[in-house]
């Protein structure tokens, strides 16, 4: 451990201990924490906001990836390995069901997770395809519900 300070080494050597404390304090202080949190970003939100900026422009890659993967969990995406799968959603380069080239965005062509929304299945991921496909299959599954025409 050479060229570490003596609280970089005591840290190492105390991680979970230290981790432990931490949430111990947080569980037991929960409100206290949050108002102090909430305080110190009000009297400092431009800075707040400019370390974040910062953050994304240096770990692109690693900020899409986390905001990716916590929206698909909280629209209800079942998958076993969400790094896996945030891997092969940004190598697909076509949609798999029409072929139109995927492009990353919001428009017509941007890429889309399509899962089943039947929640009980352990894994709901089906495919990698366009948004005018996703908006397509999502139409015929409110048509097929409800038996008409929306």
């Not at 906001?49 to 890659?61: D, G, P, Q």
Request: positive net charge; charged residues 40%.
């Amino acid at each position: 451990m050479e060229g570490l300070t003596t609280s970089q080494v005591y840290y190492l050597n105390n991680k979970e201990m230290l981790k432990k404390r931490s949430r111990d304090y947080y569980d037991a202080n929960r409100e206290y924490v949050k108002d102090k949190v909430k305080a110190y970003y009000k009297e400092n939100r431009e800075d707040c906001l400019e370390r974040v900026k910062i953050y994304r422009e240096n770990n692109f890659y690693e900020w899409d990836k986390r905001q990716k993967i916590a929206t698909w969990k909280r629209r209800g995406m079942t998958y076993d390995n969400f790094d896996e799968l945030y891997d092969l959603y940004i190598s697909i380069p076509n949609c798999e069901l029409c072929g139109v080239e995927l492009m990353n965005g919001l428009g017509k062509r941007g890429r889309c997770c399509d899962h089943e929304h039947n929640k009980g299945k352990k894994r709901n991921f089906r495919n990698i395809i366009c948004k005018r496909c996703n908006n397509t299959r999502e139409g015929e599954r409110l048509r097929n519900e409800k038996g008409q025409y929306i």
